[in-house]
């Protein structure tokens, strides 16, 4: 009788366990699937060092970058793409093409070859002074106005009103540069 209650008692421990472990593996099935199902608003919010000086919030939400980071981020692509010298131009363009669309790789990498090319035949330099930008969220657009200045030497040889326009593409929370064209106003063609 003695071995009867000890093989009752294991067989109702071990259905204890198989109830609980078959229990657990049903929750953590509904677990998955419920985490599986749900698909929260992400929005990422990226606070500059220099909040203090410039109180701008850059946030992503699913639809995109918020303007302040598009134009931040046109700016700063801008910097390297504009403002050159002969040493600094590799650099600068591998800078660049860090942040292409790979669709338009190419295009943009032989374009910024060439004038980069050109700029060390020629031992010139080139600087942008930005004054205003105009981010256009629907597009993913950023046209830079500004002034773009030619040096060879010290010797400042051109000065001309330029704008910069900037396309990007955002995709899985990342922007990618699809093109960087300039233009020179009207007014100031000579």
Known sequence: ML??????????????FMV??????VLNLMLAIALIRHQPDVRTVIIP?????????????????????LERFALSILSYAACV?????????RAVLEHVDPAAYGAIEE?????????????????????????????????????????VGSTVTRTQRKTWR??????????????LTDRIPKANQH
């Open 3 to 16: 071995y009867a209650s000890l093989i009752a008692e294991r067989l109702g421990i071990r259905r204890c």
């Open 20 to 25: 609980v472990f078959a229990v657990s593996l």
């Open 49 to 69: 060092p220099t909040l203090a000086q410039e109180r701008e919030v850059w946030s992503f939400n699913n639809e995109g970058p918020s303007a302040a980071y």
């Open 85 to 93: 010298t002969p040493d600094t131009i590799d650099s600068a363009r």
């Open 111 to 151: 374009t910024l070859i060439v004038e980069g090319d050109r700029m060390k035949k020629d031992h010139s330099s080139t600087v942008f002074y930005a004054d205003e930008a105009h981010v256009n969220l629907s597009t993913l657009t950023v046209d830079v106005e500004g002034v773009q200045k030619l040096l």
């Open 166 to 179: 900037l396309t990007f593409r955002y995709d899985a929370g990342r922007l990618f540069l699809t093109s």
